[in-house]
Nanobody
Framework: QVQVVESGGGLVQAGGSLRLSCTAS????????MAWFRQVPGKEREGVSC????????YYDDSVTDRFIISREDANNMIHLQMNSLKPEDTAMYYC???????????????????WGQGTQVTVSS
């Protein structure tokens, strides 16, 4: 049984930093691309960042480029999202997800992410 669990969310002032972590179990972690998505009530879920299975390809949404850094620790089945210079518009529920990464030259499109965590809330106050 695959489990994906996020941690590290919280309340922070604008300009501050948070580090999200995600642990995935029940799968061969090294075969999976991992990603962070976020969603605000009443809006569609959006992709934030992705890292492919061999740690050579990363993707960032334009809204977080140069502020967020994604990384993975295959030895511990974990990924992290270091979020710096946070803005109130970063406030959302953040979800970690896993997708089997057949083609290691890309991060899979969102529709291929099959395993999801329950989310961790990030709130940035102005």
């Amino acid at each position: 049984q695959v489990q994906v669990v996020e941690s590290g969310g919280g309340l922070v002032q604008a300009g501050g930093s948070l580090r999200l972590s995600c642990t995935a179990s029940g799968l061969t972690f090294g075969d999976y691309a991992m990603a962070w998505f976020r969603q605000v009530p009443g809006k569609e879920r959006e992709g934030v960042s992705c890292i492919n299975r061999n740690d050579r390809i990363t993707y960032y949404d334009d809204s977080v480029t140069d502020r967020f850094i994604i990384s993975r620790e295959d030895a511990n089945n974990m990924i992290h999202l270091q979020m710096n210079s946070l803005k109130p518009e970063d406030t959302a529920m953040y979800y970690c997800a896993a997708a089997w990464n057949k083609d290691a030259s890309i991060c899979p499109p969102a529709k291929f992410f099959k395993y999801w965590g329950q989310g961790t809330q990030v709130t940035v106050s102005s």
